[in-house]
């Protein structure tokens, strides 16, 4: 088997065998298929798509190319939730120990900050103490004390996606569908899970813009899922303004707490009970998702979510202590209100843009070595359909550093667009799949 001869088969439009798959995967994972051709096949990918059959035998080949977690004698189902990214997108935190709440077990390994959206361990790690780096066997342990943890992506697990990836981002091929559903289906499904529930964010803020590349995206991870053995479902969730009100890592931890709570703003509450309601129906802890919506509001109700998020804190090294007294979580030196420049209404908010205006604050990272500021972010006060009169606060900016705040503010300006006629109000979730 030859490595120009699947490049050609691919580039040609042909279906490629898992034999063939298994060749380029590991061959470039050991070092003896070099960069150039993984990119021409990566470019051939690019063009000519994947069948179902092809991005199950890619991803399960990505998965064996390291460890994959071995869950057997972690009790009951174990369900994962994952997000494909957007800015204020913080479900994890709320999701996860609300779930375990109701006696399923949630491996959960996330993501750091990428580009201008948010990372759950940027948020996790605002926490003082909080340890995000569990080796396999503390992972395990930890799941089977409080049934829910959050951890990265060890060294072992899935090192022919890292390798990949890095490929893709210069090769200008990381935004091809079957690529990504493979990177992200991979990495899930090292994890030993049973099932998995996908938010595939749309709009403005969302790396997918358009609701059907969003449903494409979505229907080859389920698909995949399928193929694999794996229980999945997906939702395709609006990203055309922030999840929540508050942005920005410490920030948004405050803003869990509060749904946790039974507190929380409408749009973040709700998706995280439909989210929870999917993971707890996948894990047949509910015989129907109205079942499963009314279970997650008693684990909020009766305080067993909040209690379970901090055992989880507890367990991984966390302060416990923030979720009485925010004081405790890192406190941005300043805070300035972002005035409108016109009256009118709130007509639509470039997402994207206002996370990059984070970043520029220091939220996230514009190198792949910037230091995250957990403290700083911003509070928005007027999101798409409200009423908004000249000098009233678009935002409130909370940092330590008045260049960055100037210039974010500069940019979080051009993200607002305020008209005379109100919009009609996005739909929070656009479609289920499953």
């Not at 059959?53 to 189902?77: H, I, N, Q, R």
């Not at 022919?160 to 559903?181: F, G, N």
């Amino acid at each position: 088997m030859r490595a120009v001869d699947i490049i050609r088969k691919k580039r040609d439009g042909a279906a490629l065998s898992r034999p063939e798959l298994s060749f380029l995967v590991r061959g470039y994972s050991a070092g003896g298929i070099p960069d150039y051709q993984l990119a021409s096949f990566l470019m051939a990918v690019f063009f000519r798509g994947m069948t179902d059959a092809e991005m199950a035998d890619l991803t399960t080949e990505m998965k064996l190319s390291g460890g994959v977690l071995d869950l057997s004698d972690v009790p009951g189902p174990r369900i994962d939730k994952h997000s494909t990214g957007g800015v204020g997108d913080k479900t994890s935190l709320v999701v996860a120990p609300a779930v375990a709440a109701a006696g399923i077990t949630v491996p959960m390994i996330s993501g750091r900050a990428l580009a201008h959206t948010g990372g759950t361990l940027d948020k996790l790690e605002s926490i003082p103490g909080f340890d995000v780096r569990l080796s396999p066997g503390r992972f395990k342990e930890a799941l089977k004390a409080v049934g829910a943890a959050l951890i990265g992506q060890t060294d072992d697990l899935v090192p022919a996606d890292r390798k990949l990836y890095a490929l893709r981002d210069v090769t200008a091929t990381v935004d091809s569908r079957p690529l990504i559903a493979s990177s992200i289906m991979s990495k899930k499904l090292a994890e030993g899970v049973d099932g998995l529930v996908l938010d595939v964010k749309t709009g403005s803020g969302a790396f997918m813009k358009q609701p059907d590349e969003a449903e494409a995206l979505a229907r080859a991870m389920v698909a995949i899922g399928k193929a694999c053995g794996v229980k999945v479902a997906a939702l395709i969730t609006d990203m055309n303004q922030p999840l929540g009100v508050l942005v920005g890592n410490s920030l948004e931890v405050i803003e869990c707490i509060e749904v946790l709570k039974g507190n929380g703003p409408g749009d973040l509450a709700r998706l995280c009970e439909e989210l929870s309601a999917h993971c707890l129906l996948l894990g047949e802890a509910a015989e129907d998702l109205a079942g499963a919506r009314t279970l997650y509001r008693e684990m909020i109700a009766s305080g067993k979510a909040l209690r379970k998020f901090r055992a989880m804190i507890e367990w991984q090294g966390g302060d416990p202590g923030v979720i009485d007294d925010y004081r405790r979580l890192p406190q941005a030196r300043f805070r300035e209100p972002l005035l409108s420049p016109s009256s009118g209404f709130v007509r639509a908010m470039d997402t994207e843009e206002m996370g990059i205006a984070m970043c520029i604050l220091g939220a996230g990272r514009e190198t792949v070595d910037s230091a995250v500021n957990h403290a700083v972010g911003m509070h928005v006060h007027k999101k798409i359909g409200d009423r908004v009169e000249k000098g009233e606060p678009l935002c409130t900016l909370f940092y330590d550093d008045e260049a960055r705040r100037q210039a974010a503010g500069e940019r979080l300006l051009r993200s607002y667009n305020i008209s005379g006629e109100p919009p009609d109000p996005p739909t929070l979730i656009k479609k289920t799949i499953s």
